[in-house]
């Protein structure tokens, strides 16, 4: 279940309450996020829209521990992370978060083996362990096949689901995407979104999905508008 | 190292500029362990100076004698051990280009004022039975390839005429830096052929009793001289060496002075290598930064870098200048301690190093500091 309305109850894994988020540009503080109120649940599958610099990536952002708001709070599965130090705050999102982004953002120096493993390194995983969640992730994304490739080898919808590996390798708590298949034909995005949407309903997998694309925003569970810094409820298809 | 495979990758994605930057390196250390070498050779003699020894001379000139007659007076002070001269006969053998030290040495104390010196029993009575017999250093021997029993015709510049000597012995030194390009022969056999300067010789070394107290025997000694026609000049053995090293010019400051340009235009070119390996991957770096590694590890990936390139081109610079002085000295003499010590070495890996993370620090600290949310909105 999702709310916005800020009365969610104690059963959220995400709780997001009175954000506010401004930046100073030129001496003049522009106000991106107004008084955002947020509850999802466990196992929910979200996508955002809004115009150009409504402040999508700007909330991903926040949720997911790589920035600050100017007020406000935003809990996790009991953790308010907008309470925690830089070095906690880095720690925990190793633990917890998954992020996919429009540009994929694999290191093209490693393989697309050493690309998902990245993250296990941060882990006290041995390296056989690593090298066992790194294969089923990527077995997982349907490019077992591919795993010695270095990311100019693969096309742009195999280096998405590649990065998709790499966020989920680790199973993080929630996965946030920043409009994913920006980048991508229409039957790359499809693929994309088919995992996606497999990884909510197959695997339970919290999601957090940005996109200017109706169709991919139509996979989602819940779909949310934002404007004028707060988040508005658009078609929801069906209660959870 | 589980971050090896990512920093290995790394250094090898740009080939021309790794193989460059590896390059400056490997030319830097050559030539500080060039230099190093240059400096040990000059410094030999400071360095192997036995700190309970004085050397006298002439207070006018090195060039200038002494009367044969001060041993005996020297003795007679408080503190002196003992007392043994030499003189310098600067000879040469078959040409110009072969340069080695002769000296005309008072056979009954050399050796005990140099001890570092060993010359086996059998040898040295050999030689003290042989009025025409001369000693060598290990590596004169080598070089000119003379061995025990041979006749050594030696074209003597400063007597006159071709003297030859047998070779009765073979000296060796107790420690890599001792000189073992010497040559020795009787002071006698000198004193007997010679045409002037009779009873004359040129410099006095003494031991002292106690090195603490070796300035004050220098004072005593030079007192006891004063005032006559052949005043002295006492210095330690070190002191002495030194003033010789000067007189060939201030090589240490040359040294230092090329080593430190050389050095720090080194830091410039590999610094900016560095900084821009940084600006071109700051949306790696953030996206490193995402997936959780900390900031602490994230400036260790950039300092770790920067360091590869320094131990790689270091380790091959100092290697290709130890095999170039295996060779042994390319001056054909003047420098006859031409090698590279392993501390010399140890002190370049320490300044590849130094050199590396100096390098590599402001861009590991930008790295570090790279502010993610920004970094990702410029990719
Ligand atoms: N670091 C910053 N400094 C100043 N202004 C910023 C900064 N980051 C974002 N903004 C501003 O905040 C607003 C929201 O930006 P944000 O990137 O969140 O929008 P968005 O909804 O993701 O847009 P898009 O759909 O184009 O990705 C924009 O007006 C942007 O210019
Ligand atoms: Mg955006």
């Given at each position: 279940m999702v709310r916005i309305d800020g009365n969610g109850g104690g059963t959220s894994l995400i709780r997001v309450r009175n954000l506010d988020k401004a930046y100073v540009r030129g001496g003049q503080a522009v106000h991106v996020l107004r008084g955002l109120n947020l509850d999802v649940e466990e196992g929910e599958f979200v996508a955002f829209m809004g115009p150009s610099g409504s402040g999508k990536t700007t909330l991903l952002n926040l949720l997911g521990g790589l920035d600050l708001p100017s007020s406000g709070s935003i809990t996790v599965a009991g953790d308010e992370i907008t309470a925690l130090s830089a070095a906690k705050l880095t720690a925990w999102r190793a633990r917890h978060v998954g992020f996919i982004f429009q540009m994929y953002n694999l290191m093209p120096v490693l393989t697309a083996f050493q690309n998902v493993e990245l993250p296990l390194l941060l882990t006290r995983l041995s390296k056989a362990e690593r090298r066992a969640h790194a294969e089923a992730a990527l077995e997982l994304v349907g490019l077992k096949d591919r795993i010695g490739h270095y990311p100019r080898e693969l096309s742009g919808g195999q280096e998405q689901r590649v990065a998709i590996a790499r966020a989920i390798v680790a199973d993080p708590t929630f996965l946030l995407c920043d409009e994913p298949t920006g980048d991508l034909d229409r039957a790359s995005a499809d693929e994309v979104m088919d995992l996606l949407h497999r990884l909510c309903a197959d695997y339970g997998k919290t999601i957090l999905l940005v996109t200017h694309d109706p169709r991919a925003a139509e996979r989602a569970r819940t779909l949310l508008h934002l404007e004028k810094g707060a988040l508005v409820e658009a078609v929801k298809k069906h209660e959870a | 190292m589980k971050f090896f495979a990512l920093i290995w990758r790394n250094m090898a994605r740009k080939k021309v500029r790794t193989t460059l930057t590896i390059g400056s390196y490997a030319v830097a250390l050559f030539l500080f362990g060039l230099l190093a070498t240059i400096q040990t050779a000059f410094n030999q003699g400071v360095d192997v100076a036995g700190a309970d020894r004085l050397v006298t001379r002439n207070k006018i000139s090195l060039i200038m004698p002494l009367p044969v007659a001060y041993k005996e007076r020297m003795l007679q002070?408080?503190?002196v051990k003992e007392v043994t001269y030499a003189s310098w006969f600067g000879g040469k053998y078959q040409d110009d280009k072969n340069f080695f030290p002769q000296f005309a040495i008072d056979t009954d104390t050399w050796l005990r004022v140099y001890p570092e010196f060993k010359v086996p029993p059998a040898q040295w009575s050999a030689f003290l039975a042989d009025r025409e017999g001369c000693v060598i250093g290990q590596a004169t021997a080598a070089k000119y390839g003379f061995k025990i029993g041979d006749r050594v015709p030696i074209i003597a510049t400063i007597f006159g005429g071709v003297w030859e000597f047998n070779v009765d012995g073979i000296y060796t030194g107790h420690r890599q830096e001792d000189d073992v390009t010497q040559f020795w022969f009787h002071g006698a056999y000198l004193e007997e052929r010679r045409q002037w300067g009779k009873g004359m010789v040129g410099w006095y070394v003494i031991r002292v009793k106690d090195p603490d107290r070796a300035i004050y025997v220098s004072k005593a000694i030079d007192d006891r001289f004063a005032n006559s026609s052949w005043?002295?000049?006492?210095?330690?053995?070190?002191?002495?060496?030194?003033?010789?090293?000067?007189?060939?010019?201030?090589?240490?400051?040359?040294?230092?002075?090329?080593?430190?340009?050389?050095?720090?235009?080194?830091?410039?070119?590999?610094?900016?290598?560095?900084?821009?390996?940084v600006r071109e991957r700051t949306g790696e770096l953030a996206v490193l930064k995402t997936i959780g590694f900390r900031n602490g590890t994230v400036l260790w990936?950039?300092?770790?870098?920067?360091?590869?390139?320094?131990?790689?081109?270091?380790?091959?610079?100092?290697?290709?200048?130890?095999?170039?002085?295996?060779?042994?000295?390319?001056?054909?003499?003047?420098?006859?301690?031409?090698?590279?010590?392993?501390?010399?070495?140890?002190?370049?890996?320490?300044?590849?190093?130094?050199l590396g993370a100096a390098a590599g620090i402001i861009p590991a600290w930008l790295a570090m500091r790279l502010r993610i949310v920004e970094a990702l909105r410029r990719v």
């Open positions: - | 002070l408080p503190g005043e002295t000049k006492t210095e330690t053995e070190s002191a002495f060496a030194s003033g010789f090293v000067k007189q060939m010019g201030n090589i240490k400051l040359l040294i230092l002075v090329i080593g430190t340009v050389v050095f720090f235009t080194l830091l410039l070119v590999t610094g900016n290598t560095m900084a821009m390996a990936l950039v300092l770790a870098e920067s360091l590869g390139y320094a131990i790689q081109g270091g380790v091959i610079g100092l290697a290709a200048v130890k095999l170039y002085t295996l060779r042994g000295d390319p001056t054909g003499g003047m420098l006859p301690l031409f090698y590279l010590s392993a501390g010399k070495m140890a002190l370049g890996l320490a300044v590849t190093l130094a």
